[in-house]
Nanobody, 127 residues
């Protein structure tokens, strides 16, 4: 059983940066696809960014050019570097992992209901 723990959230002003970290308890290896999702108050969970086992990445239109997803297999850790933050980036950010790709859900905005999930870390961006 893979366990995921997110950290790095916080409160920042618009234009600021944060780096989220997702630590995996198990050995994620390069066969896992991983992703970041977020959920704003009163809204559904949406995909933000994903990275597949072949290291290919996908981003939602809302964050493209501002966020960067990366992972370190040796450290069993996933990252999300968030720059030029906007108030609409506010929400709970979740890390997810599975042997299936999340890229379709990140690109389309459809909810993904499979895989392993962390408990989330809160990001608040003030104007």
């Amino acid at each position: 059983q893979l366990q995921l723990v997110e950290s790095g959230g916080g409160s920042v002003q618009a234009g600021g940066s944060l780096r989220l970290t997702c630590a995996a308890s198990g050995y994620i290896t390069n066969r896992y696809s991983m992703a970041w999702f977020r959920q704003a108050p009163g809204k559904g969970r949406e995909g933000v960014a994903s990275i597949d086992s072949d290291e290919s990445t996908s981003y939602s239109d809302a964050v493209k050019g501002r966020f960067t997803i990366s992972k370190d297999n040796a450290k069993n850790t996933l990252y999300l570097q968030m720059n030029s933050l906007k108030p609409e980036d506010t929400g709970m950010y979740y890390c997810a992992a599975d042997t299936s790709s999340f890229s379709y859900y990140v690109k389309t905005g459809y909810a993904a209901d499979f895989g392993y999930w962390g408990q989330g870390t809160q990001v608040t961006v003030s104007s």
